[in-house]
């Protein structure tokens, strides 16, 4: 059975930062890829990175380039998203989840076959 369990979220100034941690089990982890996704209310799911711990290739949404950074362990099977310079847009629950599939150049699919519970990120005005 696969899972995904999140942590680090919180709340924040803006300008802060924070770092989310995604640990995997039950999963070909070194052969797969990882993807965060958010959902803020009232808004679409959006793609925010992806990281494939494979070959280490990484792909970030326009909104969060230059700011974040995706990173994975592969001896710890967790994969992080370090999270500067926030944003009150960037305010949702973060969500880590395997694509169904990745290509560094396009980015991850829209669907997931595995994902977590979520964390909250809040950013304060």
């Known amino acids: 059975e696969v899972q995904l369990v999140e942590s680090g979220g919180g709340l924040v100034q803006t300008g802060g930062s924070l770092r989310l941690s995604c640990v995997v089990s039950g999963f070909r982890f070194d052969k797969g890829a990882i993807g965060w996704f958010r959902q803020a209310p009232g808004k679409e799911r959006e793609g925010v990175s992806c990281?494939?711990?494979?070959?280490?290739?990484?792909w970030y949404a326009d909104s969060v380039q230059g700011r974040f950074t995706i990173s994975s362990d592969n001896a710890k099977n967790t994969v992080y998203l370090q999270m500067n310079s926030l944003e009150p847009e960037d305010t949702a629950v973060y969500y880590c989840?395997?694509?169904?599939?990745?290509?560094?150049?396009?980015?991850?699919?829209?669907?997931?076959?595995?994902w977590g519970q979520g964390t909250q990120v809040t950013v304060s005005s």
């Open positions: 990281i494939s711990n494979s070959d280490g290739s990484t």
């Open positions: 989840g395997i694509p169904t599939w990745f290509t560094a150049l396009v980015g991850p699919s829209k669907e997931y076959d595995d």
